[in-house]
Nanobody, 114 residues
Framework: QVQLVESGGDLVQAGGSLRLSCAASGSSIAAMGWYRQVPGKQRELVAAITRAGSTNYAGSVKGRFTISRDNAKNTVYLQMNSLKSEDTAVYYC??????????WGQGTQVTVSS
C-alpha cells in the first residue's frame, strides 16, 4: 500500500474557494480521488481521476469542483469553488493501486460557514 498525506482543509465562508492536496508515496497508482463524509452519513464519492486524466464528479459538485493530478509527483488536487454550507465534511483522499488495493488518507476537515 501507499501512504497518503492530505492538506488544505480549512474554514471558509460560503462562496469561497479551497484547494485540497494529497501526496502519495510509492508507485503503481492507477486512479486517485476524493470522498467526503458527514457525521452520521455514509462516505460519498466527490471526484475521481484516472492516471490518463479521465474524471468523474458527483452531481452535487459538478461545475464547482475540479480534480487534477500530477503523476510525476503522485499528487492529486481538488479545487473547490463556490463552496456551500452543504460541502462541509471531512474529505478523504484515496489511491487505487494496479494491484486492486485501495489506500486512504487520514482526512482533512472542510468547514463552510454561511
Amino acid at each position: 500500500q501507499v501512504q497518503l498525506v492530505e492538506s488544505g482543509g480549512d474554514l471558509v465562508q460560503a462562496g469561497g474557494s479551497l484547494r485540497l492536496s494529497c501526496a502519495a508515496s510509492g508507485s503503481s497508482i492507477a486512479a486517485m480521488g476524493w470522498y467526503r463524509q458527514v457525521p452520521g452519513k455514509q462516505r460519498e464519492l466527490v471526484a475521481a481521476i484516472t492516471r490518463a486524466g479521465s474524471t468523474n464528479y458527483a452531481g452535487s459538485v459538478k461545475g464547482r469542483f475540479t480534480i487534477s493530478r500530477d503523476n510525476a509527483k503522485n499528487t492529486v488536487y481538488l479545487q473547490m469553488n463556490s463552496l456551500k454550507s452543504e460541502d462541509t465534511a471531512v474529505y478523504y483522499c484515496y489511491a487505487d493501486l494496479y494491484s486492486m488495493l485501495r489506500s486512504w488518507g487520514q482526512g482533512t476537515q472542510v468547514t463552510v460557514s454561511s
